[in-house]
């Protein structure tokens, strides 16, 4: 476990401006994935990139890869790493994978249980396990984290009730749209945030357009909801019309610009739920209109969120219980790789030895030179695996398992006499 890294930029200690300079959009996550493997080397990496956050969760035993992999995001980035490797917060470790926990159950989300971190973490999951970058340990971790985010919903209020991005920018449409008789809303992207206000919108008294650059995708979404569809090229005579517009847009600079806005005497509202983010700064500077981005949208459902607040020593507990019973794991993977290791040496020297002396003997000797040998393999290694065994109950598994490693070279692969 102590090879466990994260690298965390999050809106606890980052603003909106420095998280969008390094901010890794899906569709980029398979291209810096290889970059990483190949520059750095490393065998686990997820990336858990969202609103409110730029994760690296990886494994390596070399401090050095730690500054490598800022400098390989830098570059993918097309920044330079002195401009954000002092924001990142490092784990390590043990607390590397309580910090992943709490990501993953929505104790570190800017909107308290937050849904949506834990789908997002699954989709990060499954990029790196098709890259062949999740191993052993990020297999079992992950799917702990799965097991106690199941418990979580089931076992606490942390869900309950409408928190997340999607839901609080519907709550302030709704809001905004008592001012109409008819609120003309205009929804663009259609992403996971994006759907997710859709869905929310479903029941809305509001007449609701949706555009996406995909065409197809709008449509689909609209015959499921009873939406309008717009083409993305009609985007600023679309934004122009409606009194509403919430864009979920992943884009690298902002796609809704204040030279589109005409003038109106009446109020509009933007609601920006992308990060970078994609309604340029200067609208906010246009006559009658509100902005609201992802930084603003965090305590809009007060009541929910004390609900979802009484749930953290809950949820606390449940994390606890899952990271002992992955501790554990952990520590008998270090004693049984060791053992299976220190049993190959034994091999090793065995089949060695038999090619020397075998050619003097006949089929039955060399048989029972086998037959011997097997049991007495089985009695050295036993005392081992009991100490082993009883010095992870101690917590100090890991102190024994390198002794043996360094009395019978374990670290050198065993090859077999041919």
């Given at each position: 476990?102590?090879?466990?890294?994260?690298?965390?930029?999050?809106?606890?200690?980052?603003?909106?401006?420095?998280?969008?300079?390094?901010?890794?959009?899906?569709?980029?996550?398979?291209?810096?994935?290889?970059?990483?493997?190949?520059?750095?080397?490393?065998?686990?990496?997820?990336?858990?990139?969202?609103?409110?956050?730029?994760?690296?969760?990886?494994?390596?035993?070399?401090?050095?890869?730690?500054?490598?992999?800022?400098?390989?995001?830098?570059?993918?980035?097309?920044?330079?790493?002195?401009?954000?490797?002092?924001?990142?917060?490092?784990?390590?470790?043990?607390?590397?994978?309580?910090?992943?926990?709490?990501?993953?159950?929505?104790?570190?989300?800017?909107?308290?249980?937050?849904?949506?971190?834990?789908?997002?973490?699954?989709?990060?999951?499954?990029?790196?396990?098709?890259?062949?970058?999740?191993?052993?340990?990020?297999?079992?971790?992950?799917?702990?984290?799965?097991?106690?985010?199941?418990?979580?919903?089931?076992?606490?209020?942390?869900?309950?009730?409408?928190?997340?991005?999607?839901?609080?920018?519907?709550?302030?449409?709704?809001?905004?749209?008592?001012?109409?008789?008819?609120?003309?809303?205009?929804?663009?992207?259609?992403?996971?945030?994006?759907?997710?206000?859709?869905?929310?919108?479903?029941?809305?008294?509001?007449?609701?357009?949706?555009?996406?650059?995909?065409?197809?995708?709008?449509?689909?979404?609209?015959?499921?909801?009873?939406?309008?569809?717009?083409?993305?090229?009609?985007?600023?005579?679309?934004?122009?019309?409606?009194?509403?517009?919430?864009?979920?847009?992943?884009?690298?600079?902002?796609?809704?610009?204040?030279?589109?806005?005409?003038?109106?005497?009446y109020q509009k509202l933007f609601i920006d739920l992308s990060v970078?983010?994609?309604?340029?700064?200067?609208v906010q500077q246009k006559p009658c209109t509100e902005v609201y981005?992802?930084?603003?949208?965090?305590?809009?459902?007060?009541?929910?969120?004390?609900?979802?607040?009484?749930?953290?020593?809950?949820?606390?507990?449940?994390?606890?219980?899952?990271?002992?019973?992955?501790?554990?794991?952990?520590?008998?993977?270090?004693?049984?790789?060791?053992?299976?290791?220190?049993?190959?040496?034994?091999?090793?020297?065995?089949?060695?030895?038999?090619?020397?002396?075998?050619?003097?003997?006949?089929?039955?000797?060399?048989?029972?030179?086998?037959?011997?040998?097997?049991?007495?393999?089985?009695?050295?290694?036993?005392?081992?695996?009991?100490?082993?065994?009883?010095?992870?109950?101690?917590?100090?598994?890991?102190?024994?398992?390198?002794?043996?490693?360094?009395?019978?070279?374990?670290?050198?692969?065993?090859?077999?006499?041919?």
């Open positions: 476990m102590k090879n466990f890294h994260c690298l965390s930029i999050s809106h606890f200690h980052a603003s909106f401006e420095e998280r969008s300079l390094i901010s890794i959009q899906e569709h980029e996550i398979n291209e810096f994935l290889l970059q990483a493997k190949a520059l750095v080397g490393l065998e686990e990496l997820l990336v858990a990139s969202t609103c409110n956050r730029m994760e690296l969760y990886f494994s390596t035993s070399k401090l050095t890869d730690v500054e490598k992999i800022k400098q390989v995001l830098g570059s993918f980035k097309g920044v330079s790493s002195q401009q954000f490797g002092g924001l990142f917060k490092h784990y390590q470790g043990a607390d590397a994978v309580q910090h992943l926990f709490s990501v993953s159950l929505g104790l570190a989300s800017r909107v308290l249980g937050d849904a949506q971190i834990i789908n997002q973490i699954k989709r990060s999951y499954k990029i790196s396990h098709e890259l062949e970058l999740a191993g052993p340990f990020l297999h079992r971790l992950m799917h702990t984290i799965f097991y106690a985010n199941k418990r979580a919903v089931q076992e606490t209020p942390i869900r309950d009730g409408q928190a997340s991005l999607a839901s609080a920018a519907t709550a302030i449409a709704n809001k905004f749209s008592e001012n109409f008789t008819t609120a003309r809303l205009l929804v663009v992207g259609l992403g996971e945030i994006g759907r997710d206000v859709i869905k929310n919108l479903a029941d809305a008294n509001m007449d609701i357009t949706i555009m996406n650059r995909t065409k197809t995708k709008a449509m689909e979404a609209a015959s499921q909801f009873g939406f309008r569809v717009a083409d993305i090229a009609d985007l600023e005579n679309e934004i122009n019309e409606a009194d509403i517009v919430i864009s979920a847009v992943g884009a690298p600079s902002p796609i809704i610009k204040a030279n589109m806005l005409k003038g109106t005497p970078p983010g994609s309604i340029e700064k200067e981005n992802v930084d603003q949208l965090a305590n809009q459902l007060d009541d929910t969120l004390q609900k979802r607040e009484s749930a953290i020593p809950l949820v606390k507990a449940i994390i606890s219980e899952s990271i002992e019973e992955f501790s554990n794991w952990s520590v008998a993977q270090t004693y049984t790789n060791s053992l299976s290791h220190f049993k190959e040496k034994l091999n090793e020297i065995r089949q060695r030895e038999l090619k020397r002396i075998g050619k003097h003997m006949n089929a039955t000797e060399i048989e029972h030179f086998n037959s011997l040998t097997d049991g007495m393999i089985n009695q050295i290694v036993k005392l081992p695996a009991l100490q082993l065994r009883s010095a992870c109950e101690r917590g100090n598994a890991e102190n024994l398992s390198g002794v043996l490693k360094e009395l019978f070279d374990l670290e050198n692969q065993p090859q077999t006499a041919e």
